[in-house]
């Protein structure tokens, strides 16, 4: 069965810091890496999207792939109060449907 | 990427009644999915919704229980059937953006309480 792990968390950093939240999959084949951000109450909203190995930057926000590892993660810079949400991992391989991570809470401390 | 709503929004139901939840999207789409969210956990699918033939269910979710609509690229339906306070979730409609990456965009969510 193919799975997604993340720490649960939470993850509490202070503001403007790094916060660092990782990923691991089970299926080797596995080609499209996706990171959600879900406030409370509300639906998820994908922030950033990686296909290759390396790295991945957008504003603040930097995903990370390593395919031999089966490992993403997702480094948000200057964190900010507002970033501080429940963090999604999902992870497919084209023509599948997608497995999603029990998601890290984030805690950005003013 | 796609704009979509979700009716209703939430509701509060009684055991045993059925609630259907209606997705609507702003384009055509070809891959639309319906997924439950329960207090605390992540997102578990419950079904593929094909459009012109029937919803293609995950394992430990059937027809009886959460039937779906498809018919047309822009909208679709999920009903919670003969509902008990365990179907308490979020339900959420997501489509896939069709643009090759399968990058999926989710609705707003149906925030459902069973009593």
Redesign the interface.
């Known amino acids: 069965q193919k799975e997604v792990e993340q720490n649960s968390g939470p993850l509490s950093v202070p503001e403007g810091a790094i916060a660092s939240l990782n990923c691991t999959y089970s299926d080797r084949v596995s080609q499209s890496f996706f990171w959600y951000r879900q406030y409370s109450g509300k639906s998820p909203e994908l922030i950033m999207s990686i296909y290759s190995n390396g790295d991945k930057e957008d504003g603040r926000f930097t995903a990370q792939l390593n395919k031999a590892s089966q490992y993403v993660s997702l480094l948000i810079r200057d964190s900010q109060p507002s970033d501080s949400a429940t963090y999604l991992c999902a992870v497919n391989n084209y023509g599948q449907n997608f497995v999603f991570g029990p998601g890290t809470r984030l805690s950005v401390l003013p | 990427?796609a704009v979509i709503s979700q009716k209703p929004s939430r509701d509060i139901c009684q055991r045993g009644t059925s609630l259907t939840i209606q997705c609507q999207v702003d384009s055509q789409v070809t891959m639309m999915?319906w997924y439950r969210q329960q207090p605390g956990?992540?997102?578990t699918?419950i079904a593929?919704a094909n459009q012109g033939s029937e919803a293609t269910y995950?394992s430990g979710f059937v027809i009886d229980k959460f039937p779906i609509s498809r018919p047309n690229l822009t909208f679709s339906t999920l009903t919670v059937s003969n509902m008990s306070p365990e179907d308490s979730s979020?339900y959420?409609c997501s489509v896939e953006d069709g643009l090759g990456?399968?990058?999926?965009?989710?609705?707003?969510?149906t925030r459902l309480l069973v009593l």
């Open positions: 990427s999915f956990q992540s997102l699918l593929t995950e979020i959420l990456a399968e990058t999926q965009y989710f609705g707003p969510g």
